[in-house]
């Protein structure tokens, strides 16, 4: 198949209270791979609105990601940073994959049924259509790479299925129109390290979440260093000391989850954390967890807090990075038309 000069993209809602599962999962990465990678950062308000959204709050929240991003490092001088309704390709490229997917990729999406809940039948027509959109966030730049954590793998399996399947569809087309033998490429998933899936701080079976309704679930990006500390020691855990090993963190999820956000936010391993903190009671432990959180989070909170008081500057970031966005985009698109038979 066709090689495509690599390519990152990814993509938060603007949902209110990013948390560490975020920043871990998904925003730690954003920030290393701009060294090495061309990067597109997309604040997905057109995701958002898959459920009922307050437009005053919404606002809010798609600066407030944007905030985030620049306030954990990433250049927005040298990376767009745009939110995805500035650019009109995302929702176009969104129909024609409407019309690629199956109906029974769909009905497999595991996201769909948990946000659905029991009343499927008034989901909106948008929550189930999301992975079609997703993969035309992605592939509306042929990104080659996609960062994100463990919950969002099947949402990217079926992004490479729509791509595979258009390239088949549309071969003949394709190879018309000049682009060989492939017109998207197979986006890989990026889903790496100690922390792809953090937990809850309450509830080690349960995936740390923006919507859970105790906030000492989460460490939110937004928390000071006060809230940091408490909800961290706060946090459940279990009689035992730590293990030695990482085998001895097997059937103990709120250790594994501790130890996990440790050593992600060390760049380390949960072998390295559990050399320095194995066979110690959890207290101390969790005292040197105290002290890197703080140390870690506290400033991205600050930073935020000032960013975000100035509304005109991110309002300025979004434009600039949007505007970018669509030379890529919009040059995509045309030739999506072209292959599809359009007439432009
Ligand atoms: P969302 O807030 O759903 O838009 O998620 C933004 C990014 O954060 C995606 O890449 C998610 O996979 C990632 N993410 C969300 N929650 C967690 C979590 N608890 N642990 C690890 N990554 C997460
Ligand atoms: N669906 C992702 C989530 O809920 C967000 C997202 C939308 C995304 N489009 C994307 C992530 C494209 C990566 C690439 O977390």
Same mark, same amino acid.
């Given at each position: 198949?066709?090689?495509?000069?690599?390519?990152?993209?990814?993509?938060?809602?603007?949902?209110?209270?990013?948390?560490?599962?975020?920043?871990?999962?998904? #925003?730690?990465?954003?920030?290393?791979?701009?060294?090495?990678?061309?990067?597109?950062?997309?604040?997905?308000?057109?995701?958002?609105?898959?459920?009922?959204?307050?437009?005053?709050?919404?606002?809010?929240?798609?600066?407030?990601?944007?905030?985030?991003?620049?306030?954990?490092?990433?250049?927005?001088? !040298?990376?767009?940073?745009?939110?995805?309704?500035?650019?009109?390709?995302?929702?176009? &490229?969104?129909?024609?994959?409407?019309?690629?997917?199956? #109906?029974?990729?769909?009905?497999?999406?595991?996201?769909?049924?948990?946000?659905?809940?029991?009343?499927?039948?008034?989901?909106?027509?948008?929550?189930?259509?999301?992975?079609? %959109?997703?993969?035309?966030?992605?592939?509306?730049?042929?990104?080659?790479?996609?960062?994100?954590?463990?919950?969002?793998?099947?949402? &990217?399996?079926?992004?490479?299925?729509?791509?595979?399947?258009?390239?088949?569809?549309?071969?003949?087309?394709?190879?018309?129109?000049?682009?060989?033998?492939?017109?998207?490429?197979?986006?890989?998933? %990026?889903?790496?390290?100690?922390?792809?899936?953090?937990?809850?701080? /309450?509830?080690?079976?349960?995936?740390?979440?923006?919507?859970?309704?105790?906030?000492?679930?989460?460490?939110?990006?937004?928390?000071?260093?006060?809230?940091?500390?408490?909800?961290?020691?706060?946090?459940?855990?279990?009689?035992?000391?730590?293990?030695?090993?990482?085998?001895?963190?097997?059937? /103990?999820?709120?250790?594994?989850?501790?130890?996990?956000?440790?050593?992600?936010?060390?760049?380390?391993?949960?072998?390295?954390?559990?050399?320095?903190?194995?066979?110690?009671?959890?207290?101390?432990?969790?005292?040197?967890?105290?002290?890197?959180?703080?140390?870690?989070?506290?400033?991205?909170?600050?930073?935020?807090?000032?960013?975000?008081?100035?509304?005109?500057?991110?309002?300025?970031? %979004?434009?600039?990075? !949007?505007?970018?966005?669509?030379?890529?985009?919009?040059?995509?698109?045309?030739?999506?038309?072209?292959?599809?038979?359009?007439?432009?």
């Amino acid at each position: 198949m066709a090689t495509f000069p690599e390519r990152v993209f990814s993509g938060v809602q603007p949902t209110g209270n990013l948390h560490l599962g975020n920043y871990l999962g998904a #925003i730690v990465k954003f920030v290393e791979l701009q060294r090495s990678h061309e990067c597109l950062y997309c604040v997905v308000d057109l995701h958002a609105i898959t459920v009922p959204q307050k437009p005053e709050e919404l606002k809010a929240s798609i600066r407030e990601v944007t905030a985030a991003f620049i306030a954990c490092g990433v250049d927005p001088a !040298a990376h767009a940073i745009f939110n995805q309704s500035q650019v009109s390709g995302h929702a176009e &490229l969104a129909w024609v994959f409407n019309c690629v997917a199956r #109906i029974g990729w769909l009905n497999r999406m595991t996201q769909f049924k948990e946000k659905a809940g029991k009343d499927r039948e008034n989901a909106s027509v948008g929550l189930y259509a999301y992975p079609c %959109l997703m993969a035309a966030d992605i592939l509306l730049y042929k990104a080659t790479h996609v960062p994100v954590g463990e919950d969002q793998k099947q949402h &990217l399996e079926l992004a490479r299925d729509v791509a595979q399947k258009f390239n088949l569809d549309f071969s003949a087309s394709i190879a018309a129109n000049g682009f060989g033998d492939a017109f998207f490429p197979l986006p890989e998933p %990026l889903i790496q390290g100690p922390a792809t899936r953090v937990m809850s701080l /309450r509830d080690g079976s349960k995936k740390m979440s923006k919507s859970d309704p105790s906030d000492y679930s989460r460490i939110n990006l937004s928390d000071d260093a006060d809230a940091i500390a408490q909800k961290v020691r706060k946090a459940k855990t279990d009689p035992e000391p730590l293990p030695g090993e990482t085998a001895g963190l097997e059937g /103990r999820p709120e250790a594994d989850n501790l130890v996990g956000v440790y050593a992600a936010l060390t760049g380390s391993t949960k072998a390295d954390v559990l050399k320095t903190f194995g066979g110690g009671q959890f207290s101390a432990f969790k005292s040197a967890l105290v002290d890197l959180a703080v140390a870690k989070l506290g400033p991205i909170g600050a930073e935020m807090k000032r960013l975000t008081a100035d509304p005109g500057y991110i309002d300025g970031v %979004l434009a600039d990075g !949007a505007a970018r966005a669509r030379m890529i985009a919009d040059e995509n698109m045309k030739a999506v038309k072209d292959v599809l038979g359009f007439v432009r």
